[in-house]
């Protein structure tokens, strides 16, 4: 007989090779050939790297599921019947009726389960289905043990935390940790910004608990940590945790007030704000800000603070390269202005706009609308053939695998006959919008621009955002805008 070894570590077996060191796969290699060798069966090795619980979870074992039994394997030798199945219902069906379609023998170090033999059948169902229980058991009590210990104030999870090491939940100080630690709540305290301490501890050549350089958002979630004074989270959940507190709670009462002022210091709100752009960052595509700076340097450990202005700032140090950048908030209103009027001044740029707008509004609604007709008509019937399958396939007429691929089927038909309505439901509506003509545009841009100064930033944003669809500068000041002309413009 030829068929398949397939070879998968359980969680159980990834724990005890940590403490020991075995490497599990490869003892229930040698067990399993000593098995086949015995046989006289020959094989081919399926051997998951990274498990999962589902078949969709684990690749070796989908390959040997509708590959390898399909074009002939005879049999599935494993080390027991769970590392067949651990997933859901759904799951172990399709496993099991495979077997029987394909009379798959399964073998294991001890039995040899005949598809057709009834008794073994029976037994090879029941450990199917038991093996999820169990699984879902197994769970259970490491669930409630590590909810137990999480709620005396133990670690319930693994934490990377700057100052503090875990092991099985206990959790300890490191001291050299511990002393940055209190050294960035101190600079807080002293009305240093996220971004000044992160830049002071960059330039010492600190690391963080992850081995990288430390941002603001570094700094922010050290300063927000309950932890450094003896505090445990969980499940939304604050108790008192089993190891001492790094920040005295005076040094971190006045650190929150410190962020309670800064967080409510806004300028203006989103009507009368001064950042009347959408702008995005041409290098790496993320959304700039506006924000209000006031730039500082330290000079001999003291804080100088110069006159502050508005920017619009790169928020994409996430990236990776990294990227990061600023642009004074008048050089772009100073050059979005230039384009507004490019518009109403340039009769070359308006006719091309004029005509590309033009050409977005060629709907036929009619044959649209039959074309949708059609496509819900192919839903229905789609729905109908689903439920005729179903019916099949609890009469015992249809096999639990062509069951999965015919539902699945039809689900992504139906899904893409929907995406088809929903685009074509879009077409249609544009028919119902308000649309002035380019000439009435033009008028208002005009009028606009002519007393740009005396209108509310609130109605800039409506002018800017209709007239420019994106607006994008790069870290050489450079800027790219797509203009474009509104249907309508409404203040």
Known sequence: MNGIMYLRKSREDEQYEKNTGEDVLQTHRERLTERLNGLGYSWIERAEVKSGDTIEGRPKFKRVLYEDIPKGAEFVCVTEIPRLSRGNMKDAGIIYETIVEFKVFIITPNKIYDPTNSSDLRQLRFELFMSREEYESIKERLWNNRNYRATQGYAGNYIVTLGFRQSRGVVEIIPEEAKIVREIFTMRSEGYSYQEIATHLNSRGLKTKRGTQYHESTIYKIIYNPRYIGIARWLGKEYVAKHPAIIPIELWNAVQEINSERRHKKIGTKETNPYLVELYCHECGNRMYGEHSHPTNIVNGIKKIYKGRDIYICIGRRNTPKCAHIIKTDIVHECIFEELQKIVT??????????????????????????????????????????????????????????????????????????????????????????????????????????????????????????????????????????????????
């Open 346 to 491: 340039s009769p070359h740029v308006f006719a091309e706009l004029a005509k590309e707008r033009e050409s977005k509004f060629g709907i036929d609604s009619e044959t649209l609308t039959n074309q949708m007709n059609d496509l819900i008509k192919q839903i229905r019937l789609k729905n109908e053939l689903s439920v005729k399958i179903e019916n099949d396939y609890e009469k015992g007429e249809l096999s639990a695998l062509l069951y999965t691929k015919h539902v699945e089927k039809i689900s992504k038909e139906v899904s893409a006959l929907e995406n088809r309505i929903r685009k074509i439901q879009t077409d249609l509506s544009k028919s119902d919008l308000k649309v002035d003509s380019p000439d009435e545009l033009k008028r208002i841009l005009k009028d606009f621009l002519s007393n740009w100064e005396s209108y509310p930033n609130k109605s800039k944003k409506i002018i800017v955002r209709s007239f420019l669809l994106r607006v994008e500068v790069d870290k050489q000041k450079n800027f790219y805008i797509a203009r474009s002309l509104p249907d309508s413009i409404t203040f």
